[in-house]
């Protein structure tokens, strides 16, 4: 079993960054670092959609079109983490933000699909003013 607690979200202006961390914390003391960890997010009367993923520790990222360039994920082995780096923020990335694991690392082409990933954080709100 996973669990997972988001932090750092808030209210900021656009232009502005945050950084978002996902605490995780495995039953059995194990790693996560050869597992999918990934980023989702969620407006209101929005269907929940792909930001960022990691399919495993040392590997490629991937990002939505949205966020290429803007955002950035990776992973503090040390602390368990698995951060969210948001730059430039548009009032357009205004969600609640989902840090979601994998049992295993996710084939690429699947890396955006949330059913994939069995393990979600409660999320935590970005509100970005214009």
């Known amino acids: 079993q996973v669990q997972l607690l988001e932090t750092g979200g808030g209210l900021v202006q656009a232009g502005n960054s945050l950084r978002l961390s996902c605490a995780t914390s495995v039953a059995s003391g194990g790693t996560l670092e050869s597992v999918a960890m990934a980023w989702f997010r969620q407006a209101p009367g929005k269907e929940r959609e792909f930001v960022a993923a990691?399919?495993?520790?040392?590997?490629?990222?991937y990002y939505a079109d949205s966020v290429k360039d803007r955002f950035a994920i990776f992973r503090d082995n040390a602390r368990k983490m698995v951060l969210l780096q948001m730059n430039r923020l548009k009032p357009e990335d205004t969600a609640v933000y989902y840090c979601a694991v994998a049992d295993l690392s996710v084939p690429i082409a699947a890396v955006t699909t949330p059913n994939e990933y069995p393990y979600w954080g409660p999320g935590t709100q970005v509100t970005v003013s214009s």
């Open positions: 990691s399919r495993r520790n040392g590997g490629t990222s």
